[in-house]
């Protein structure tokens, strides 16, 4: 995979296929020569991510599409339709007080990943977008 | 994905659930069963034997967090064996560290329970 190559991956929005998703990261990170370690951070935040897709997502179709992009030493990650709109102020973390869908989710994949975004996708929902960055020892 | 899970006695007041296997989204209602079944049992201090985990999400994690909430009710604990450097680095940096005991193996964690 040369830093330019983009795959998509689109799996049924159910739990049972979130592992899919898992390891086609992982080879997909494993192709971007990133560490042992970062690989393991980037399968861990792409499976929260599809884990909280399934949570948050129910009525935005019946599958998770996903984009990997490799490109300036970095991989980025978008999900499509990760979230209705509605959920934007709760994944910023200005939702005020309450209980919060898969928060320890959304914490594992800020700690995990070097940067991490929502903007409103072309689906009339919610993209979340990711990237790690190689790190060069 | 699959996960394996096996149930024993430890001695009278402890049990032990090994896992072997990945605990996602799939796989850890198998485990919350396992957990609760033995809580229901009125089993209260649980040692979780994760040697043999290769991989923990968010769900998983919240399956632990669950059990200890239960248990410490009844003045119980769950202890957790874990050698993987990786699945340490989760516990790391959610802070559940400092909430469960973790041991490298089983007569530690036995120990910590006397």
């Given at each position: 995979m040369t830093g330019s190559d983009s795959i998509e991956l689109a799996i049924p929005?159910?739990?049972?296929?979130v592992a899919v998703a898992r390891l086609s990261v992982a080879a997909i990170a494993g192709r971007l020569r990133f560490s042992i370690e970062d690989v393991e951070d980037v399968k861990l935040a792409v499976a929260e991510a599809c884990t909280g897709a399934i949570a948050r997502g129910s009525?935005?179709?019946g599958r998770i599409e996903l984009l990997f992009e490799g490109g300036d030493e970095a991989l980025h990650v978008r999900v499509v339709?990760?979230?209705?709109?509605?959920?934007l102020q709760e994944l910023r973390g200005d939702h005020g007080q309450g209980p919060r869908i898969g928060a320890l989710g959304s914490y594992l994949i800020r700690a995990l990943m070097d940067e991490v975004r929502y903007e409103k996708g072309s689906h009339g929902a919610l993209d979340l977008i990711m990237s790690k960055r190689q790190q060069f020892v | 994905m699959e996960i394996k899970i096996s149930i024993r006695k430890a001695n009278d007041a402890t049990s032990v659930i090994e896992l072997v296997g990945e605990i996602d989204v799939y796989t850890s209602p198998k485990v919350k069963d396992a957990v609760s079944g033995l809580i229901d049992s009125g089993i209260y201090n649980i040692i979780i034997d994760?040697?043999?985990?290769k991989y923990i999400d968010s769900t998983g994690l919240g399956v632990l967090i669950g059990g200890l909430k239960r248990v410490r009710e009844h003045g119980g604990s769950v202890h957790l064996i874990c050698n993987n450097p990786q699945i340490r680095k989760i516990f790391d940096i959610t802070g559940l560290v400092k909430i469960f005991g973790i041991f490298d193996t089983e007569e530690a964690a036995l120990r910590a329970l006397k």
């Open positions: 929005r159910r739990a049972e296929y009525q935005l179709g339709a990760f979230a209705p709109l509605s959920d | 994760l040697a043999q985990v």
